[in-house]
């Protein structure tokens, strides 16, 4: 079965602290894993996807298969990373494909 | 480019009513996905649609629920005779396809609100 968990629903840190956003998936395929990010009042954005192994506004993603865990990493968090985070997995079947979604993690910096 | 819009943002329904939501894509992008996310949960899909086809809707309820994407036209999702559990935000998201397969534009969202 194709599942994304995201075990923190909250995590606060302070300003200029690393954070590590939490995401672990399970599928039997080759997988494809994205971080979107709402900020308040803002409509969903992707932050980055791990084929791209990029950098986005500070923020890296590693895709760790043996661990099955693709965890968002900054190093030092700023107050305006305060949002809500998804982790994202895009799976395959026989129809098609589609993206699966983690509960979502609400990170806030505190000053 | 005024992005993927929604409407209405909000609206409001007794139950047995029909909702009817609205999906207008970014300019040129020719896929539609539409996402659930109920209170305290992550968006969970629910079909993906590309003009006049459904390509996946396995994440639809088997009833009540339809979706369409017509050659002119916004995409809509079409709840009858609404229930409260339906009350939830459902999002629209849009690509340009196999030109870039892995991105999605996300709209607003509608949130349903079912007394």
């Known amino acids: 079965a194709q599942r994304v968990t995201q075990p923190e629903k909250l995590l606060s840190v302070f300003k200029g602290a690393p954070v590590e956003l939490k995401c672990n998936y399970s599928?039997?395929?080759?997988?494809?894993l994205f971080w979107y990010v709402q900020y308040s009042r803002q409509r969903l954005q992707l932050l980055l996807r791990h084929i791209s192994r990029e950098s986005i506004k500070g923020f890296t993603a590693d895709l760790n298969k043996g661990e099955t865990s693709f965890h968002l990493k900054k190093p030092f968090a700023q107050e305006e990373d305060s949002a809500m985070y998804y982790c994202?997995?895009?799976?395959?079947?026989?129809?098609?494909?589609?993206?699966?979604f983690g509960p979502g993690t609400r990170l806030s910096v505190l000053p | 480019n005024a992005g993927v819009m929604q409407n209405p943002r909000h609206l409001v329904r007794r139950r047995g009513q029909e909702a009817r939501l609205r999906c207008s894509p970014m300019?040129?992008?020719?896929?539609v996905y539409w996402y659930r996310q109920l209170p305290e949960e992550g968006l969970k899909f629910m079909v993906y649609?590309?003009?006049?086809?459904?390509?996946?809707e396995s994440g639809m309820p088997k009833e009540r629920f339809s979706a369409e994407f017509p050659k002119e036209g916004p995409s809509i999702l079409r709840i009858q005779q609404v229930v409260r559990g339906d009350s939830a935000a459902y999002f629209c998201?849009?690509?340009?396809?196999?030109?870039?397969?892995?991105?999605?534009?996300f709209g607003p969202g509608t949130r349903l609100t079912v007394l």
């Open positions: 599928y039997s395929g080759s997988p494809e």
């Open positions: 300019k040129g992008h020719s896929h």
């Open positions: 649609l590309q003009k006049e086809n459904i390509i996946d």
């Open positions: 998201a849009s690509s340009p396809g196999l030109a870039a397969p892995d991105t999605q534009y």
């Open positions: 994202a997995l895009k799976a395959r079947d026989n129809y098609g494909q589609n993206f699966v």
